[in-house]
C-alpha cells in the first residue's frame, strides 16, 4: 500500500465535505497559511487559491521531499507538530486536517498551533471523532460497551485536560489509520480550546456524513446526533472546529 498516493487522492477531494469547503473557503480568504502534517502536500496546494504561496511541515522527510517536488512554490519544513519552527504570532490561519490522529502529543500539538496563530486568526483542526463514546480507532482494544459508558460518564462529568485516548499503532501499515496514536473528540477539543481563550467559531461531528445506520442502537445515536441533542450532537464521524484566537 503506497500511503502518498491514497493521501493525495484523499486530500485533492473536498467537493461534498462542510468541514473542507470551510477550511478552502478560509485559505482563500487568509493571507499567510500553515499546515500542520501537510504530507505531500496536496491539501496545502488544494486548499489555495491559485499561484498562492503558503507553509507546511511534516515529520516525514520522504513526504516534504515530495511536497518540495510537487508543489516548489509553497514553503515545506520538516518538523513535528509539537514543536513549530516558526516565531509566535506568525500565521493568520493555521490548520490541521487528518494529521493530529498522528501526532505524539496532541495537547502539545494544538498549544504550538495556538502560539503561531496571529491574535484574532484562525484555528481549524479535522480529524476522526475515534474518541466518541460509540466510536473506536482501527487499532483500539477496548471493549465498545466500556468506552460507551466512560464516555458518556465523561460527557456528563467532563475533566479538565483534553483527555484522548492514547493508542498503539500496528507495526505494518495495512489499511488506512493503521498508524493512529490519539483519538480525538470534538466535544472535549472544543472544551479545551475554549480553556485556552479560544472564541469557538464552528463545531460539528459531520454527522452528516455518516452511512446510513444498520443497528437500531446506531439508528438511535444518529437520530439524536442529527437532532442536536447533547452529548450526541458531538458522537458523528469526524472532528470539524474552527477557532478564534
Known amino acids: 500500500m503506497d500511503y502518498y498516493e491514497i493521501s493525495k487522492t484523499a486530500?485533492?477531494?473536498?467537493?461534498?465535505?462542510?468541514?473542507?469547503?470551510?477550511?478552502?473557503?478560509?485559505?482563500q480568504s487568509a493571507t499567510k497559511v500553515l499546515d500542520v502534517g501537510c504530507g505531500e502536500g496536496t491539501r496545502l496546494n488544494t486548499m489555495l487559491a491559485k499561484g498562492a504561496r503558503s507553509w507546511g511541515i511534516d515529520p516525514s522527510s520522504k513526504a516534504i521531499s515530495k511536497a518540495k517536488s510537487q508543489f516548489p512554490r509553497h514553503y515545506f519544513k520538516i518538523a513535528t507538530g509539537e514543536k513549530l519552527p516558526f516565531i509566535s504570532n506568525t500565521f493568520d490561519l493555521v490548520y490541521s486536517a487528518f494529521s493530529i490522529e498522528h501526532c505524539l502529543d496532541p495537547q502539545l500539538?494544538?498549544?504550538e498551533m495556538i502560539r503561531v496563530t496571529k491574535k484574532n486568526g484562525q484555528l481549524i483542526i479535522l480529524a476522526p471523532n475515534y474518541g466518541a463514546p460509540n466510536?473506536?480507532?482501527p487499532v483500539s482494544t477496548e471493549s465498545a460497551s466500556n468506552k460507551l459508558v466512560q464516555g458518556v460518564v465523561k460527557d456528563l462529568f467532563p475533566p479538565q485536560s483534553l483527555d484522548w485516548d492514547q493508542v498503539t499503532p500496528k507495526p505494518q501499515y495495512d489499511q488506512i489509520d493503521d498508524d493512529t496514536t490519539w483519538e480525538p473528540y470534538a466535544n472535549s477539543l472544543a472544551r479545551y480550546l475554549s480553556s485556552k481563550h479560544l472564541t469557538i467559531q464552528k463545531i460539528s461531528s459531520l454527522w452528516v456524513l455518516e452511512p446510513p445506520p444498520q443497528k437500531l442502537h446506531h439508528k438511535l445515536f444518529s437520530f439524536l446526533g442529527k437532532m442536536g441533542i447533547y452529548p450526541f450532537k458531538y458522537w458523528g464521524p469526524q472532528v470539524f472546529i474552527s477557532a478564534l484566537k
Open 11 to 27: 486530500s485533492s477531494q473536498v467537493s461534498g465535505h462542510p468541514g473542507l469547503e470551510f477550511l478552502k473557503h478560509s485559505c
Open 109 to 111: 500539538f494544538i498549544q
Open 135 to 137: 466510536r473506536r480507532s
